[in-house]
């Protein structure tokens, strides 16, 4: 069986399909794109969507882009070129901290950005970029090279999980409630009408289950990370 090819993506800028007086280019493609996404969200986009907001037959999309793979691609690319990086003067646990707020940040920035990442595999220059800069984190702050691909995951899966559930609990609030403040006050008396001999801390932490600060909470996750992985820096 031949085996899939698989080639880095560039940020070309082909230029050969012009819709009135502006160059159809793939620039333009993945900025509308990027719109689309946020207005119907990634199981609705398509390129035939895309066409549509840029006034162009689907067809004229394909000269600059594959498909809709390579689309996904292309996106989580454009969206990682958002980073912004901390100084590398500042201490390698304060660097990381930096770095996973901003990947958060950039993940909320756009909708589904959690699972355009988790459904593509880093292809693109701006995404490799990326991940060869937290490594380059990884190797100054001391970690063995067997263990700074792990130790890389292991922090991107926090972002995105963490992400996810943040994302996923404000959708139900909209679609369900008026506003978070609503939603929490229901399941707070939701918890508090437990049965109390089955439940007693679920029913005494409900004020802190129901009424998430996210930003404390994705601080204290990231720097219990970061203290298990400077514990387990000094052991190698």
Known sequence: MARRRIYILSDGQNEGISS?????GRERILGTALEVL???????????????????????????????????????DRISRG???PERSLDWKEQIVQWAEQFRLVLLSHRDAVELFTQTIARGMDRLTQIEKLYELLVSAGFADSHIPWTASLLKNYVLGFVAENVQLMAIARGQFTSSEEMSEQYEQFYRQLPEEKFPNMIRLAPYTTRPDWEKEFQFGVRVLIDGLADKRKQE
């Open 83 to 85: 980073m912004v990086w």
């Open 38 to 76: 946020n207005e119907v969200g990634l199981k609705d986009l398509s390129m035939k969507k895309i066409a549509d907001k840029l006034q162009v037959k689907t067809a004229s999309l394909y000269y600059h882009v594959k498909d809709k793979e390579e689309l996904m691609q292309l996106l989580s």
């Open 20 to 24: 009135g007086h502006v160059p159809l």
